[in-house]
T-cell receptor, first 116, second 114 residues
């Protein structure tokens, strides 16, 4: 059972570089999202998608870009990395309300990103 | 304003002792409530959730939580803690219409003494 898979697990970037965090889920979930987790600030929603071709901004979208070309994949792009983007990033997925698993959110194992 | 408060940033208990982690929320609509656990270096895993019905809900790993509407609380309990329960615990609240935009607490870090 793969669930939600994120790559890479660890990454070090230089300021100004760009990169993409990959996320894939094999549960046919319509909803996918990206969070960042920082000490003392909990989980903050970056971007989310309710289906292929549909994305929307979360709480902290600046500096990040997403796309949803398929149900399975939801990559997160850092356009020009800044030290403030040093964080742990979690991808998550969820079925819509009404399905048997309800509103449970399934998380990937995280990607540790350091921007120097 | 909508919010979730976990008053205890860090808790230490002895193995075998009982545990209660507090969660208070402020939410305008009927709340859907969740507890997630995050083991070190891992993603978050759902422990239990409350949507409606019985206000005492059972979860995985021997955890339970009780929804108290009058107190706006959803405290997590376990009668006997195991060393493997050491982790970060997050409470979250959402609603049926747009529960994807969950409001998260800042978490409670649990340490277990042998």
């Amino acid at each position: 059972n793969a669930g939600v898979t994120q790559t890479p697990k660890f990454q070090v970037l230089k300021t100004g570089q760009s990169m993409t965090l990959q996320c894939a889920q094999d549960m046919n979930h319509e909803y996918m999202s990206w969070y960042r987790q920082d000490p003392g600030m909990g989980l903050r929603l970056i971007h989310y998608s309710v289906g292929a071709g549909i994305t929307d901004q979360g709480e902290v979208p600046n500096g990040y870009n997403v796309s949803r070309s398929t149900t399975e994949d939801f990559p997160l792009r850092l356009l020009s990395a800044a030290p403030s983007q040093t964080s742990v990033y979690f991808c998550a997925s969820s079925p819509f309300t009404g399905q048997s698993s309800g509103n449970t959110i399934y998380f990937g194992e995280g990607s540790w990103l350091t921007v120097v | 304003a909508q919010s979730v408060t976990q008053p205890d940033i860090h808790i230490t208990v002895s193995e075998g002792a009982s545990l209660e982690l507090r969660c208070n929320y402020s939410y305008g609509a009927t709340p859907y409530l969740f507890w997630y656990v995050q083991s070190p270096g891992q993603g978050l895993q759902l422990l239990l959730k409350y949507f409606s019905g019985d206000t005492l809900v059972q979860g995985i790993k021997g955890f339970e939580a009780e929804f108290k509407r009058s107190q706006s609380s959803f405290n997590l309990r376990k009668p006997s803690v195991h060393w493997s329960d050491a982790a970060e615990y997050f409470c979250a609240v959402g609603n049926a219409g747009n529960n994807r935009k969950l409001i998260w607490g800042l978490g409670t870090s649990l340490a277990v003494n042998p």
